[in-house]
């Protein structure tokens, strides 16, 4: 009967995640389960899910893991600034709404910049700088969204990339901070 016991406490992990610690249950689960505790603009599904995404190589560490963080929200960036390039191209777009759009497509060009240069403040370990620096990128989200607020009746069509671009940056956030206090 020895055996048997690692055998239930193996079961018990992989069937309940949630109760296991973070030690137990990787880089992942634990540093999303931390930031999702840490800021109700997170959520943990949401932060799981990001990183186990088959792009994402396995992080070692909380080092790792912020890297890769900051990665995906730059191709983030990329991937929003072709979508609002093809909404663009709509030609029975309205004035207000077009100049909301070009707005919206330089608020991500400038945090995709910004981003970049969080790899290099991360790897100097500035991390006061790296935090200032996806407050600002996060900014774009919130700013590119309360534009088509403004006037009555438009629909921003970037609500939900912005919301996860906004989430993706909180993440980061939250990851910087735990790196901090590593
Ligand atoms: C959550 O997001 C709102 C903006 O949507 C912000 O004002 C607030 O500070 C955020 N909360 C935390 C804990 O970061
Ligand atoms: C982040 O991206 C850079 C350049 O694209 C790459 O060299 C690096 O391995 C990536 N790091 C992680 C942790 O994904
Ligand atoms: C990133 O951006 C694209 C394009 O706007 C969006 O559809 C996608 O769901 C976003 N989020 C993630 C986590 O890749
Ligand atoms: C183009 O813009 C108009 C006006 O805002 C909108 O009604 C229509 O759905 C848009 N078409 C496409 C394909 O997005």
Redesign the pocket.
Known sequence: MKSFLPLVTLVCLLFDPAQANDQDDGIIHGSCKRAADGDPNISYK?CV??FE?KRVSQPANIEDLTLASIN?TI??AT??S??ISKLLQNKSLGHFARDCLMTCSKLYSDAYSILRGVVDDLGSRDYDTANVDVSAAMDAAVTCEDGFKEREGLASP?T??ND??FQ?NAISLAFIEMLRRN
């Open positions: 949401f899910a990001c995404a995906l191709s983030n991937d929003v072709s979508c970037l939900k990339e996860m671009f993706m």
